[in-house]
C-alpha cells in the first residue's frame, strides 16, 4: 500500500542522507536547496501568521503553472529507491521539478523518501509558505516530518503511525524555541474512506490532547498509505542558528539517552525471526527488556516534549537582542534517526571540528549496542526518538541547562567539545572520536 517502514531497519533511515551533490546543483536553478537544514524561517509580523498552500503532483504529472507569489517552500519527495540511491539521477528528477517552476523558490526542509512501492503512490509535494507583511515581532518557523520507523507489528489503523508524525514536526519546532501558535498540516493518505475517517478521527484526537490546531488538506488521493506533517509556529525569541558565534572547546550538550530507535528495530527484528532471539539470550539480553525499550521508544516518538521547547527558549536573546555567547544557547541540531552522523551535519554548519569522547556517549542500553553491532543486525545503533537532540553552548552555562533538562525527566550528557576551525585542505566536514576503539 506504498507504506514501507521496513525499508527503515537496515539503516535506520529511509530518507536520503546525502544532499551535497543535490544542493550545489540547485544554486542557479528554479530551485535553491539549502542543506543540511531542519526547518524554514522568517520573520513573523504580530496577529499575521503563515499560510501553507499545498500542491502535490505525480512523479510525471506536469506541473500547474501559479503565481503563488511564495519565496519559500517545505517539500517531500518520494521515488523509487532505484532513483534515489543514484544521485545522478535524482538530481535529474529535481531538475525536471525546478525547470517546470516559474519563479524561484526556496528550499530549506528537504525529505527524499525512497520507497519499494509501485510508481502510483509515488509523489512530489510542496508546502509553499505565503508569509505577510507588517511589523517585525518574531520569527516564523515551518518545518515536516514523515513516519518512517514504526511498531509494524501493530494494526496498519493504529493511530501511533499518524502521530509520529506529528510529534516529529512539534519536537522540531521546540528545538528551536518555538513554541507560540503552533499549527499542524497533516500529510496522509489511505486506500479507503473508512481508513481515511480513521486517521482523521486520530489527528483529531491527538490536537485535542496537547491543545494544538489544525488544518485539514485532505488526502494526497494516491491510494496507497501515508503518513506525514507539516507544522508551523511562533517565537518572540532570537533563534539557536548562530553558527558563526561557536568557538573552541564549547560543550555539546545531548539531550537525552542514544539508541532507542535502534531498540525499536531489535524488537521489529527478533519477532520477524526467532533466531536473532536465541541470539539475544547469549548476550545476557531478555525480550523482557527489549520490549520496555520498544514501549519507551514509541512513548518518546508519540508524545511531544513540550518542556524541550520552554527550555530552550529560556536561554535565547528576545527578537532583536544580541547573543551573549557565554549565557545563551548558540545552536540546536537534531540526532533523531541520523544518529552520531548528525555530528557530521554539525561540523559543516560551524565550519569547525567536532570532538566526541567515545566514552560519554549515552547509550541507552550498552549490552544491545554491542549486540546490534557484533551480529551486523543494524548499520546504526545510534539510532535515536525525535527527542534526542543536541545544544551547543559555552561550559559556564552548559551545567545550568542541563540542570534544567533534568528537572524535565530528560537524561542530559556532555558527550564533546568544538574543535579547531577547519582549513581549505580539510574535508568540509569533521568529526573526531577520541577513545574509539572500534
Not at 21 to 42: D, G, H, M, T
Not at 101 to 108: A, G, V
Not at 166 to 175: K, R
Not at 388 to 409: C, G, P, R, Y
Request: with cysteine; aromatic share 8%.
Amino acid at each position: 500500500m506504498g507504506f514501507d517502514p521496513l525499508r527503515w531497519l537496515p539503516d535506520c533511515s529511509n530518507e536520503l542522507k546525502h544532499y551535497d551533490n543535490i544542493a550545489n546543483e540547485f544554486k542557479r536553478n528554479n530551485l535553491k536547496i539549502l542543506v543540511p537544514s531542519y526547518y524554514s524561517y522568517f520573520h513573523y509580523p504580530e496577529k499575521k501568521d503563515a499560510e501553507i498552500i499545498r500542491r502535490i503532483y505525480k512523479v510525471d504529472e506536469e506541473f500547474r503553472h501559479e503565481d503563488l507569489k511564495t519565496k519559500k517552500a517545505v517539500t517531500i519527495l518520494k521515488y523509487d529507491k532505484k532513483v534515489v540511491d543514484n544521485d545522478d539521477l535524482m538530481v535529474e528528477e529535481i531538475k525536471k521539478i525546478s525547470s517546470s517552476i516559474d519563479s524561484k523558490i526556496e528550499i530549506d526542509k528537504l525529505s527524499i523518501i525512497p520507497t519499494d512501492a509501485k510508481k502510483g503512490f509515488h509523489f512530489i509535494l510542496f508546502d509553499h509558505i505565503k508569509s505577510h507583511r507588517g511589523n517585525k515581532t518574531g520569527y516564523t518557523v515551518v518545518t515536516n516530518s514523515n513516519t518512517q520507523a514504526t511498531d509494524v507489528t501493530q494494526s496498519i489503523r493504529s493511530p501511533i503511525h499518524m502521530e509520529i508524525s506529528l510529534t516529529e514536526a512539534i519536537n522540531l519546532l521546540n528545538l528551536v524555541g518555538c513554541t507560540k501558535d503552533i499549527k499542524l498540516y497533516p500529510i496522509y493518505d489511505a486506500p479507503n474512506d473508512e481508513m481515511l475517517d480513521e486517521i482523521r478521527s486520530n489527528i483529531d484526537s491527538f490536537t485535542i490532547k496537547y491543545n494544538y490546531t489544525f488544518e485539514d488538506y485532505s488526502s494526497l488521493k494516491l491510494g496507497g498509505l501515508f503518513f506525514g506533517t507539516t507544522a508551523v509556529g511562533n517565537t518572540h525569541k532570537e533563534l539557536p542558528n548562530k553558527y558563526d558565534m561557536v568557538e573552541q572547546d564549547m560543550q555539546i550538550v545531548v539531550t537525552d539517552k542514544i539508541g532507542l530507535l535502534a531498540c525499536l528495530g531489535l524488537y521489529i527484528i527478533s519477532t520477524l525471526d526467532e533466531i536473532v532471539t536465541k541470539k539475544m539470550s547469549s548476550y545476557g539480553i531478555d525480550m523482557e527488556k527489549v520490549t520496555l525499550l520498544k514501549d519507551l521508544a514509541l512513548k518518546n516518538l508519540t508524545e511531544p516534549r513540550l518542556s524541550l521547547g520552554k527550555t530552550v527558549s529560556k536561554y535565547l536573546p528576545d527578537f532583536e537582542n544580541q547573543f551573549d555567547a557565554s549565557s545563551n544557547i548558540l545552536v540546536t541540531h537534531p540526532i533523531s534517526k541520523n544518529g552520531i552522523s548528525s555530528f557530521k551535519e554539525l561540523s559543516q554548519l560551524i565550519n569547525k571540528e567536532v570532538i566526541i569522547d567515545q566514552q560519554k556517549i549515552p547509550y541507552v542500553d550498552k549490552d544491545i549496542s554491542t549486540f546490534l553491532t557484533k551480529e551486523h543486525l543494524i548499520s546504526n545503533i545510534s539510532a535515536s526518538t525525535s527527542d534526542t537532540n543536541m545544544i551547543i553552548m559555552s561550559k559556564a552555562v552548559a551545567t545550568t541547562i542541563m540542570e534544567e533538562l533534568s528537572k524535565h525527566k530528560f537524561n542530559p550528557t556532555v558527550v564533546g567539545r568544538i574543535g579547531k576551525p577547519l582549513t581549505a585542505d580539510k574535508s568540509s566536514r569533521k568529526v573526531i572520536y577520541q577513545n574509539f576503539d572500534k
